[in-house]
Structures are given as structure tokens and as C-alpha cells.
């Protein structure tokens, strides 16, 4: 099988339906993926496709028609996995794209297929016939591209608050397991078919083409179904993070109510003594006595700070409002500073994220206890460099070896099984490859410095 000739026309005809339907094609596979490309970029990607697909189809003869098809598809999805590669520039994102693009496009062809057969009895002889047939499949294929793109957009649109479709794919992308399990899936699936077709084409036993069109859609249906089930399971895990985090963000708040029940409770006693002092005209002692409950209650003023700023992400207000109390409960002073009107990390799981920073805060408290009654605990947040959290705490620095601290089993508390910080260095390691955050540590003079820089 080739592509049959004809006047130039009708080639630039093909090129220009073909242009149109990659354009809807990459459309589509960039809004899934959430693939920020500028209209200069699309447009580069659809003429590169479609030239390189009419290139090909031109170009490439066979015996048969399911080779002829394979030749093109195959060397078509290697052109396009490359302009992916160019743009994105991140292997991982550009595989899972182009599994989703192999799936996507084979249903768009086995559903244009199924519609011009059936006002065409033999699908494969009349298309060869002539350019003028080519056009016209290809037509087909352009206004089935351009529904589903319809669709897309319009369950695009649906998607709120991180609950459709390209956020579903945004946070299955991330899990490195899931994303290997669906690899791994699909090529099962091919390997699984291709030896039979190659088999089939080399004897002399034909297949219809309505049992290969079967098979084809029955491939993708066992693929689709199969990855939706991985990206349930990846949200089911998500939702017992988020739930946990939410767990712990109500424990905070009910710290944050005794508090402030304790405060109303002791609220006429305090005025009683203010009132005393006055009277009396001891300013000194006043003075004094209100400095003890400004300390007492300076919990109160870091919590109107978070609030005012994180809301956000109320599993960062609840890890910070936590800290606030066990600081408190310590006799640690605990400052917090935040730089920026909000504070949303795009590239990063919360829950990662509220486990580093658990960590990171609870090893600052513990050093600043250790440390004696000067101890002390600053968390800075802003936004000049990306997103920064900076931990700072007083800690007795000999003894300390900031390379070291990140082992396994590393430790210079009593007690303690030295695993808090390695965990963090397993979530480090795993988004590092994607240059999305960095952990710098600094130990000189009594005091330690550690500084988040994430996207």
C-alpha cells in the first residue's frame, strides 16, 4: 500500500486538513497535561506534524495496509514525542503526554474509521483510490479532533478547586509509582498484540478489518480502563494524606480554643490586677506585669499572622499553629514572620511539604530547648526567590555536622532514632531530579540556619 498520487492541489489541500487536525490534536494533549505552550509554539508543532505526516505517508510503501499504518503511526509518534521533548523538556511529563496522545489519537482513528465505514463497504481499498479519498478520511478525522477538543475544553472548564480532570492528571503525573505501573501496563498490552498481528501478516490467513478495528478498541478500552483505575487509587492516597493533614489542622485549632477559653477565663483577673497596680501607682510593677502576658499570650498575635496569610493552605496554618503550642508548652520563644499576602505551592504535594517543614520545626524546638533559657525559633516566609522558608533556631552547635545530619540513624538528641530528617532527604531526593526544591543548611556561632526554596 501508498499514498495515491495526484495534481499538486490536492496535496496542498491534505496538508492543510492535516495542519488543522494536529492543531486540535496538541491542543488537546496541552490542555489535559496543562501544558502552557505559546501560540507560536503550537503553531510549530502542527506544521511540523502535519508536514512530517504527509511526508511519511507519501513516502512509505507496503505490502499491506496494517504495516503501511504502522510505518507512518510509528514515525509519526517518534516526530511528535521529539517536539515534546523540545518544548517541555521533561522526560517524565513527555512520556506520560504521549502515552495519553498514542490513546488519544488511536480513538479518534478507530472512531473516524467506524463512521466512514459505514457509508463505505471496503474502507481500505476506497481510501487508496485516490487523493481525493485521502482528503476526505482526513476531513473525517479533523471534525472528530475538533469534537473531542470540544469536549475537552468543556470538562476543562467543569474542573474546580482541584477536582477535574487536568488537576487529576497534574497529581497522577507527580506519583513516579503510578506513572511506572501505567508504563508499564500499556507496553504489556502492545507486547501482547504485536507478535499476533505479525503472525497474521505473514501467513496467508487474512483478518477483516472489522476484527482489527475490535481489536484496537478493545486495546485502548483495556488501557483507559487501567490507568483510570491508577489515577483512583493515586486520589484515594492523596484524600488519606489530605485527611491526615486535616486531622492534625484540627488538633491545632483546638489547642488554639483552649487557649483563647483560657484567656477568657482569666480575662477579669487580669483587669482586677491592672486595676490594682493603677491604683496603687506601682508603674513599674505594671509595666512588668503586662510584659508577662504579652509573653504569655504572644502565641495568639503568630496565630492572627498565619491566618491573615495562609489561608490558602490550611494544612501549612495547621503545622505552623501546632508548632506555636509546642513551643509554647516548652518555654521556647517561637517568632513567625511571612512576607507575602499568600502563599500556594503549585509543583509540590502539600503533604510533602507540611512533613518537611514538621521536621524541620520540631527538630529547631527540641535544639532551642537543649539550648537552655535563651532558646529560641524563627520561621520566615516569602516570596523573593520562588517560595522560602527559612527555619532558624538557636542550638548548641558542637556536635552537629550538618552533612551527616541527613543519614539514617544520625542523631545527637537522647532518644531519638535519627529517621525524621532522612525521611526529608527521601522526599528532597525525589523532587530534586525536577529542580522544583532545594534545602540549604548552615550550623555556625550557636545558631542553625535551614532554608526551603520550592516552587
Known sequence: MQMPPGPIGDHI???CIALIMNLFLILSINTMMDFKFSKVKILICAMSAAVFNIATMELTTSESTVSFVAIVSLLYYVQVFILYLLFVRELKQVILAMVIFIIYAGLISAFTFIFVAIFISNYSEWVVKSTYNVILSKSAGTVSCCIAYIFIRYFKSKSNKGHGIGSKLFRFQLNKRVSKLVLINIAFLVLLLIPNYIMIEGSDIGIPGYMLVYDIILLFVIAIYG??????????????????????YVQSIEATVDKLRSFKHNFANIIASIQGYAALDKKDELQKYLSDIQTEFA????????NSNLKNMPELYGILLSKISYAEVNN?????????????VTKLKSYDLCKILGVLIDNAIEAAIEYGENGNVSVIIDHSEGYTVTVTNTCKGGGID?????EKDYTTKENHMGIGLYEVDKILQRYKKQGKIALHTLCENDVMIQKLNVE
Not at 227 to 248: A, F, G, H, P, R
Not at 332 to 344: A, E
Open 402 to 406: 550538618a552533612q551527616k545530619i541527613y
Open 227 to 248: 490507568i483510570v483505575n491508577l489515577i483512583n487509587s493515586n486520589e484515594q492516597e492523596l484524600q488519606k494524606q489530605q485527611m491526615e493533614t486535616q486531622q492534625m
Open 332 to 344: 521556647v520563644s517561637f517568632h513567625i514572620y511571612i512576607f507575602t499576602d499568600s502563599f500556594r
Open 13 to 15: 489541500i491534505l496538508y
Open 299 to 306: 502565641p495568639l498575635h503568630n496565630t492572627d499572622i498565619i
